[in-house]
């Protein structure tokens, strides 16, 4: 006889059945020991994991005992046909612990995973009206985002947490993505939710606020900008950010047009020396090339987002050599490196935007494209500006890049990774390896990668991360120094590593130091800590790391916004887990030191 299929559903109040017929998991004890185990399914959890999750600091001296007695009645409860010893098909032991093993299918967290993956890389490969579709399946699974039940059960849980972030994710995914394809009606319900389940996060406010507009509610979304504005100020001491300012000012000026220097008349050339000169080369970037031509030509923001030195800039330069035909009135670039504040980026937009005015019924309607690159210490002012820019009565498209999003409520974004390493010591055909070698050749002539050096340069790939602009540096040195030297440099101090005899070139500190500067107390004092952990983690090491000094939930607010700023990226199959590139947490490492030795010295 078949056994019946056993069917979980863990995305609100905790339902199990077998087959037609629901199962009564019994007392509280005994159904939270499930649910720890349902909240990981397919996993192993150890026996102790077990203990804490149950019982919280207050273990009984007997929690072993009544832990293996609730473990017997689950099975008996889930396989009542099946003789007792062999009551091992569902929950499984392991050597530390216990694992519920049921069909991925029938379990509702899983089909919410699958179904968001897929939705993220439909998104990836253009096809939003699908990637809208799948989100909305997917938390259409969910009976009770806050997750209350759990709560009770597993007091203080990170998965819990954990898992009623992934809903927050995907809900602002949704909500998002709902905007981009002009279905405000379809995502205002859950936009609403969203907002009232995170009052203070001002992207969820803009959103809702955006959505309120476009389905014709204005006043009811200027009442509301006014609470959130108190709220903000009441809780946290701060004004509302350019995202909340943005979606204001075109509330109460829904006709305002950018003023006229800025938005100038038509016909006005930019000289080839207001272009920047992007370093860089770009290799092994084609589907990069296609995905950001696509998001030029179906978005007016697009923001290219990435950890220091992947080629952002690179990128960008190819797709707007691509694209350059397009935009009849030119391209206007600045680079944000050297530009202070808000107020000297306006003034720079207004230098190379100013034209003469020769028909005024045409100023603000130039077709250019203003690329905004390396905007990540003044992504609020750089936001402000993106939104002046593209106001209706404008025809302009403006194309960024940055280390994290300017999260405007139009902006598509495109995720840029390091180059893929070489998959052992021999693989001397990984993207990686070959642009070092032509980097490498530039200084050493008749460079080639073989059978006698690619080990070393495997090494230095690996320990550059794969990042173009760090194995640039890193070959430079190859004009007086050997493979093994340059590998070995990784090894002092990030200060001292730039090409040799360029002093004028930020230093490879001076390059990630741009990111540290933009980051909270609490987001600097996590990630002074990070070299602490493997180099790839999941939130719970990250909450024993910080404990007690930030709450679980506030270590995963902390993480979800140091992925947002590249200074984490999500590993690969295993998206709930956190990467840190190896340069980072030696960063992280050196910012320890400093700490700690300014803490003696004080």
């Not at 020991?33 to 990981?40: K, S, T």
Request: with cysteine; glycine share 6%; net charge positive.
């Amino acid at each position: 006889m078949t056994a019946a299929v056993v069917r979980l559903k863990i995305l609100g109040p905790l339902q199990v059945s077998r087959g037609v017929t629901p199962v009564d998991l019994g007392p509280t004890k005994q159904k939270a020991v499930f649910a720890a185990l349902a909240l990981q399914p397919g996993r192993g959890v150890a026996a102790s994991e077990l203990q804490e999750a149950v019982w919280g600091e207050r273990v009984p001296a007997r929690s072993r005992e009544l832990l293996h007695t609730y473990i017997a009645r689950l099975r008996q409860l889930l396989e009542p046909e099946t003789p007792p010893r062999a009551r091992t098909n569902v929950i499984v032991s392991t050597p530390t612990g216990y694992a519920l093993r049921i069909e991925p299918r029938a379990v509702d967290l899983c089909v919410f995973r699958e179904l968001v993956e897929r939705a993220r890389q439909r998104l990836a490969e253009g096809h939003t009206h699908r990637a809208l579709r799948l989100l909305r399946h997917a938390l259409h699974l969910w009976r009770d985002p806050a997750l209350s039940e759990l709560t009770v059960l597993l007091r203080q849980s990170v998965e819990v947490e954990a898992l009623r972030l992934s809903w927050s994710d995907a809900a602002r995914d949704y909500v998002a993505l709902g905007l981009r394809v002009g279905r405000p009606g379809e995502v205002r319900d859950l936009a609403a939710q969203l907002a009232t389940r995170e009052p203070l996060d001002e992207q969820v406010q803009a959103h809702y606020l955006t959505v309120l507009e476009r389905t014709g509610q204005r006043s009811l979304a200027l009442g509301r900008f006014a609470a959130v504005r108190d709220a903000l100020h009441r809780e946290l001491g701060v004004e509302p950010g350019p995202a909340l300012q943005a979606v204001h000012r075109r509330l109460v000026e829904p006709h305002w047009a950018p003023p006229a220097q800025v938005g100038s008349c038509a016909g006005v050339s930019v000289a080839p020396a207001e272009v920047a000169q992007w370093p860089g080369e770009l290799l092994h970037r084609d589907e990069d090339v296609r995905a950001l031509t696509s998001l030029m030509r179906a978005h007016r923001l697009v923001t290219v987002v990435g950890p220091p030195g992947c080629g952002k800039s690179a990128l960008a330069r190819a797709v707007v050599d691509e694209l350059r035909d397009r935009f009849a009135d030119g391209v206007v670039t600045v680079d944000v490196t050297g530009v202070a504040d808000r107020a000297h980026l306006r003034a720079r937009m207004i230098d190379l935007l100013a034209g003469p005015p020769s028909d005024p019924s045409r100023c603000g309607l130039r077709q250019m494209l203003v690329v905004l690159d390396n905007a990540e210490h003044l992504v609020d002012a750089c936001a402000l500006l993106a939104d002046t820019l593209l106001r209706d009565q404008n025809r302009l498209t403006v194309l960024v890049t940055s280390r994290e999003p300017l999260n405007l409520p139009h902006e598509a974004i495109r995720r840029l990774w390091p180059l893929a390493l070489p998959d052992g010591d021999t693989d001397a055909g990984a993207p990686a390896v070959d642009l070092f070698a032509r980097y490498a050749a530039r200084v050493h002539t008749g460079f080639r990668v073989g059978a006698d050096n690619v080990g070393l340069v495997a090494q230095i790939c690996r320990r550059a991360d794969g990042l173009p602009l760090v194995l640039g540096y890193a070959a430079a040195h190859l004009a007086d120094d050997s493979l093994a030297g340059v590998s070995r440099r990784f090894d002092g101090p990030l200060t001292w590593f730039r090409p040799p005899g360029e002093e004028s070139r930020p230093s490879l500190r001076a390059l990630l130091d741009r990111s540290v500067r933009t980051l909270t107390p609490a987001e600097r004092w996590l990630f002074a800590r990070l070299g602490a952990l493997p180099p790839v983690f999941d939130l719970t090491e990250a909450v024993r790391l910080a404990e007690p000094y930030l709450r679980p939930a506030e270590v995963a607010r902390v993480l979800a916004r140091l992925r947002e700023k590249s200074l984490l990226q999500p590993e690969r199959g295993a998206p709930s887990r956190h990467r840190c590139l190896a340069l980072v947490r030696r960063l992280s490492t050196e910012l320890l030191a400093e700490e700690t030795t300014g803490a003696q010295l004080a």
